[in-house]
């Protein structure tokens, strides 16, 4: 079984930054690949970043390339984003999720664990 919690939202202007992490309780971390979603008011969650395990794979939404980096330490069992450059549209909830496996899927359904959720607002 894998818990994860999210931390680090919080309210944030325009061009600042953000450095959410995802802790894990597993003793297994080190052997899923972790993906971070988001979850604007009024729509469906929708892909963020995503590591996989050996941190071979990295993708990123189009939305957020160049502006947010994803790390993980395995041995904090802890992945970290890093949002700089926010924009107003990068307002939602975060959440991190959790999947066995190699590569690093774009949909919701592939991921098995989530945590709750840390919000992140952006204001002008």
């Known amino acids: 079984q894998v818990q994860l919690v999210e931390s680090g939202g919080g309210l944030v202007q325009t061009g600042g930054s953000l450095r959410l992490s995802c802790v894990s309780s597993?003793?297994?971390?080190?052997?899923?690949?972790v993906g971070w979603f988001r979850q604007p008011p009024g729509n469906d969650r929708e892909f963020v970043a995503g590591?996989?395990?050996?941190?071979?794979?990295?993708s990123y939404a189009d939305s957020v390339k160049g502006r947010f980096t994803i790390s993980r330490d395995n041995a904090k069992n802890t992945v970290v984003l890093q949002m700089d450059s926010l924009k107003l549209e990068d307002t939602a909830v975060y959440y991190c999720?959790?999947?066995?496996?190699?590569?690093?899927?774009?949909?919701?359904?592939?991921?098995?664990?989530w945590g709750q959720g840390t919000q992140v607002t952006v204001s002008s």
């Open positions: 590591i996989s395990s050996s941190e071979g794979v990295i």
């Open positions: 597993g003793r297994t971390f080190g052997a899923y690949t």
């Open positions: 999720a959790a999947r066995s496996g190699g590569a690093v899927p774009t949909i919701t359904r592939s991921y098995i664990y």
